[in-house]
């Protein structure tokens, strides 16, 4: 057993500019095999701290810089900003996707590169905007996110995730087959599905990359409702360009190329960042 690390260390960009332009590569075998799970519990914060670097051949450029925050466990937390600022590149940060090539991510206290991958990815659940189905049925896609989840889990998954009228439609139900990635359902449709998928999960981390972007207001509204009382005590990461997902986080995080610009409640970005109200704006334009 190792013991969680006190505090972060934090980069400049300088820093990070000097060892850390290279490709991205996964990350080095683990030292210790701990388990997520027990880890959050224990210690009750998600923090992260990182820095990460896209390189290519001509360019190399830093895709997060200085970008350092808490989460605390069970906080819902919404991350905006404009395209191309970071927002993917950050949370793929959780499931280890790619490691910073400066700075920490800590995970409840620990040091994420001390958690085996296998450990990070079964603590979270990463929904994303393309969601991929199998050739199977509904039930065996939304099983997909947890082998040992009964029928009745399953049901109850899809009931949360505004489901229940689509299949209610269709002669099937959970029985019916999606044909090739899905391709006999709407995006809206697969996104659920997805969401169900992930709510079967059960993972202490769950990471929503615009995976309601194709649903209509109203259902995304049932959606998130259900969602945030559904995953009440987990922790949870709306990456959005929909300003409707704000009403439901506890804090908003602002990213500008690659930075943190604001970090607070809906209301403090309300009246104490100019570049909230702007990108408020647009996407109001755009909704
Ligand atoms: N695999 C990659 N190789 C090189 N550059 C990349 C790669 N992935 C992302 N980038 C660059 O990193 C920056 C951040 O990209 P990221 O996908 O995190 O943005 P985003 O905020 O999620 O955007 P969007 O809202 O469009 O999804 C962008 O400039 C992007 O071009
Ligand atoms: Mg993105």
Not at 45 to 62: E, H, M, N, P, W
Not at 165 to 171: H, I
Not at 184 to 207: F, P
Request: hydrophobic share 40%.
């Amino acid at each position: 057993m190792i013991a969680p690390e006190s505090s972060s260390k934090s980069i400049t960009g300088r820093e990070t500019t000097a060892t850390g332009i290279r490709l991205i590569r996964e990350a080095q075998p683990p030292r210790w095999k701990l388990y997520a799970l027990s880890i959050i519990c224990m210690h009750g914060v998600a923090g992260f701290t990182g820095a990460l670097a896209y390189s290519t051949r001509l360019i190399a450029k830093l895709a997060l810089r200085n970008v350092s925050f808490d989460i605390k466990a069970g906080e819902k937390v919404a991350i905006i900003g404009r395209s191309g600022s970071g927002k993917s590149t950050l949370i793929d940060l959780v499931p280890r996707f790619h490691d910073p090539t400066g700075g920490t991510i800590r995970i409840g206290g620990y040091n994420a590169s001390d958690i085996s991958n296998e450990s990070m990815r079964a603590a979270t659940a990463l929904i994303s905007q393309d969601v991929f189905l199998f050739d199977s049925t509904i039930l065996e896609n939304i099983r997909d996110g947890n082998a040992g989840a009964s029928d009745e889990d399953v049901e109850r998954a899809a009931r949360r995730a505004a489901l229940t009228e689509t299949l209610g439609n269709m002669p099937a139900g959970l029985q019916t087959v999606v044909g090739p990635n899905g391709s006999s359902l709407s995006g809206g449709q697969k996104q659920r599905i997805g969401i169900a998928r992930a709510l079967v999960k059960d993972a202490d981390i769950c990471v929503f990359d615009e995976a309601t972007s194709a649903l209509d207001v109203e259902t995304e509204k049932q959606v998130l409702e259900n969602v945030t009382k559904e995953l009440d005590h987990k922790t949870v990461l709306f990456v959005t360009h929909r300003p409707a997902t704000l009403d439901y986080v506890d804090r908003i995080l602002l990213l500008d190329e690659g930075r943190l610009v604001s970090i607070g409640t809906k209301k403090e970005l309300e009246t104490g960042s100019e570049q909230y109200r702007a990108l408020l704006n647009i996407a109001m334009k755009e909704s």
